[in-house]
């Protein structure tokens, strides 16, 4: 079927009202976002799935993908040059790019020119450094060392988290609430009330929306409650580390039935103009 036929095929379908699933179609621009659990705004192209396969599954699903790129210090991709060559490998591709600032370094490394390109900027707060002057990524042991003071720890998390939500320019706040392995059977005890509401304080103030992770089955379903209270918007996603984990937004739609989100819960990425990067500085 050719391009023009193709068109008319959706225009048709469109003024029936019918529904349809996304044609395999090249597009100049992102794709229509749909709400809850019919997209995973967070998916990684690595290990063993390819672009190819991950478009495959988004078509199978019926799941909308937003592709991300990770770039930062110690990265790959730590230019804009490598950015660029993303954007245009996903250019005509029906899903959303999206940018994953690594470490709290990578608003130096990347111009805003380049940044705006993307359909959205998102970040967490899993690489800081301690008060002692200790650079650490969270999910990596020897770097974290043993935590002696549980208590003090998550205190400089909550810190470091909410110092993010009012320097970076991010649309989209991921892993949330995530704590070392050693202090996850604590997890419900250490997130207290008053430590996820300054969360969600720093993100409803900034503007910013809150990952449901797939993946890790977090933030747990009362900070989700708090969240949407509090006016800030859903958005579901994975960080996959391959095809193996890579699932149909499972925890996503449970809480979405738990704590019956409705459509309007739900996070969009912005339109141009409306950007985080369009409206913030970047923090140097």
């Not at 990578?106 to 200790?134: C, H, I, N, P, Q």
Request: glycine share 8%; hydrophobic share 45%.
């Amino acid at each position: 079927m050719n391009t023009r036929l193709q068109r008319i095929v959706v225009a048709c379908a469109c003024a029936l009202g019918t529904v349809m699933a996304a044609p395999a179609l090249a597009q100049d621009g992102p794709p229509a976002c749909p709400a809850g659990a019919r997209a995973d705004f967070h998916v990684h192209v690595k290990g063993d799935l390819t672009l190819d396969e991950a478009l495959r599954r988004s078509r199978e699903s019926g799941i909308t993908y937003g592709i991300a790129i990770n770039g930062g210090l110690g990265f790959p991709i730590d230019t804009d040059a490598g950015l660029e060559a993303f954007l245009a490998e996903m250019r005509g591709r029906p899903v959303f790019t999206a940018f994953q600032g690594e470490g709290r370094e990578w608003v130096r490394l990347f111009s805003r020119a380049t940044l705006e390109k993307f359909d959205y900027v998102f970040t967490d707060a899993m690489t800081w450094t301690d008060d002692r002057g200790r650079r650490m990524r969270l999910w990596i042991e020897d770097e974290v060392g043993t935590i002696a003071d549980a208590e003090r720890f998550m205190d400089q998390l909550v810190d470091r988290a909410t110092t993010i939500f009012a320097t970076e320019p991010i649309d989209l706040y991921v892993n949330p609430t995530y704590v070392p392995d050693q202090l996850a059977a604590r997890y419900d005890a250490l997130w207290t009330p008053a430590r996820m509401r300054r969360l969600v304080d720093g993100l409803a103030a900034n503007g910013i929306a809150v990952e449901i992770n797939n993946r890790r089955r977090i933030p747990n379903a009362a900070f989700i409650r708090m969240a949407k209270q509090a006016g800030v918007k859903l958005a579901c996603g994975t960080n996959n580390a391959g095809a193996a984990d890579l699932g149909r937004n499972e925890y996503c739609a449970e809480v979405t039935r738990a704590l019956d989100l409705r459509p309007e819960d739900f996070w969009c990425p912005p339109a141009d103009g409306r950007k985080a990067v369009q409206r913030r500085p970047l923090a140097r």
